[in-house]
């Protein structure tokens, strides 16, 4: 009775494709039109589908990067440019450019809603015109957000 049951659960993980997010999709979910995309697809090795085993190990200081610059997106609401520079920084947080660049890149930020916090923060605070927001928004020497950033932040003040 015991081997017949783990027969059927073997069974089971056969049918199942386990993606990075841990939900099960059985092949009958799958839709025909995808059946010549899975074709092609190289044939999934024993073991694939589990997050750890399918993504390559993040090195720490890439890790403590990430964080570091969520804590600085959620806080100071920071152009991507300007975290990156307070990344690597000799006077901010030294990380390598490498990992700098990995946190920047997979931050969860939103670069139009930081341009707009900081935006509302120079009108509110200093009495800025618009224009001098934008320029402010994107000087090298200021908070080096995009044009579009910028141009998103002042078209919704």
Request: no cysteine; net charge negative; glycine share 4%.
């Given at each position: 009775?015991?081997?017949?049951?783990?027969?059927?659960?073997?069974?089971?993980?056969?049918?199942?494709?386990?993606?990075?997010?841990?939900?099960?999709?059985?092949s009958?979910?799958?839709?025909?039109?995808?059946?010549?995309?899975?074709?092609?697809?190289?044939?999934?090795?024993?073991?694939?589908?589990?997050?750890?085993?399918?993504?390559?190990?993040?090195p720490?200081?890439?890790?403590?990067?990430?964080?570091?610059?969520?804590?600085?997106?959620?806080?100071?609401?920071?152009?991507?440019?300007?975290?990156?520079?307070?990344?690597?920084?000799?006077?901010?947080?030294?990380?390598?450019?490498?990992?700098?660049?990995?946190?920047?890149?997979?931050?969860?930020?939103?670069?139009?809603?930081?341009?707009?916090?900081?935006?509302?923060?120079?009108?509110?605070?200093?009495?800025?015109?618009?224009?001098?927001?934008r320029?402010?928004?994107?000087?090298?020497?200021?908070?080096?957000?995009?044009?579009?950033?910028?141009?998103?932040?002042?078209?919704?003040?």
């Amino acid at each position: 009775m015991f081997s017949s049951a783990l027969d059927e659960a073997s069974k089971q993980l056969d049918e199942s494709v386990v993606s990075a997010e841990g939900v099960s999709v059985s092949s009958d979910d799958v839709p025909a039109s995808n059946a010549a995309a899975s074709a092609d697809a190289p044939a999934a090795s024993e073991g694939q589908g589990l997050a750890s085993e399918a993504e390559p190990e993040v090195p720490a200081e890439y890790r403590s990067a990430l964080k570091k610059t969520q804590s600085y997106n959620d806080t100071m609401h920071m152009s991507k440019a300007g975290l990156y520079d307070q990344l690597t920084s000799e006077y901010g947080e030294k990380f390598s450019a490498e990992a700098a660049q990995y946190a920047v890149d997979n931050v969860n930020a939103d670069w139009n809603a930081n341009a707009l916090a900081k935006a509302r923060s120079y009108q509110e605070t200093m009495s800025m015109p618009p224009e001098a927001i934008r320029d402010q928004l994107t000087s090298e020497y200021g908070e080096k957000f995009t044009q579009e950033e910028a141009d998103y932040a002042v078209e919704n003040l």
